[in-house]
């Protein structure tokens, strides 16, 4: 997952610029082996959602080769992110955490391993809420304008050295 820029520099962007950012940043993931890729917006920012962001809303597409799928988020509230993907679950559904997170995140069928920030370490982004559990952060601090497929290279090398410990402890730490 890449969260990056507001919904306001989303608009500023192109269809053609948007498709050549999915395209690579997917062809990043796919060589790293992942099959999913989401493209999110850090926060709302000012002046809401412009309309023509509004109709990229939860799209996705195939990129490299039908390795990886690229999904296209602008909504930058977590909140009303999740709230809209309660209000998808069928009714009469069980509601735990595998049917929320499946509507969450589809049509990924799961969640993010790494989830790269561009913004400041100092603040988590508004438009996360559920994808932070048990995801690996990595915080570049770059301008949206300027993110590229390197930054997704870099953050998926980073990636790559961690163990990860899904939110456990490793042995001998204490937990006090």
Request: proline share 5%.
């Amino acid at each position: 997952m890449v969260v990056a820029g507001t919904s306001r520099q989303w608009g500023q962007l192109g269809e053609e610029e948007w498709q050549q950012r999915a395209e690579a940043f997917g062809a990043v993931v796919a060589e790293a082996g992942g099959s999913w890729l989401t493209l999110q917006a850090y926060e709302r920012g000012d002046g809401g959602v412009p309309e023509d962001v509004v109709d990229r809303a939860r799209r996705h597409f195939v990129v490299a080769d039908g390795r990886c799928a690229v999904i296209v988020d602008p909504m930058g509230d977590g909140r009303v992110r999740f709230a809209e993907a309660m209000r998808r679950l069928p009714a009469g559904v069980n509601v735990n955490e595998k049917s929320v997170a499946g509507a969450l995140y589809e049509p990924a069928d799961v969640e993010p391993d790494l989830v790269l920030i561009i913004g400041p370490s100092t603040r988590l982004p508004p438009s996360l809420v559920w994808e932070l559990a048990y995801g690996e952060l990595v915080f570049l601090p770059v301008d949206f304008e300027e993110l590229a497929a390197e930054h997704v290279a870099a953050a998926v090398d980073d990636f790559s050295t961690r163990r990860r410990r899904f939110g456990g402890l490793d042995e001998g730490e204490d937990d006090e």
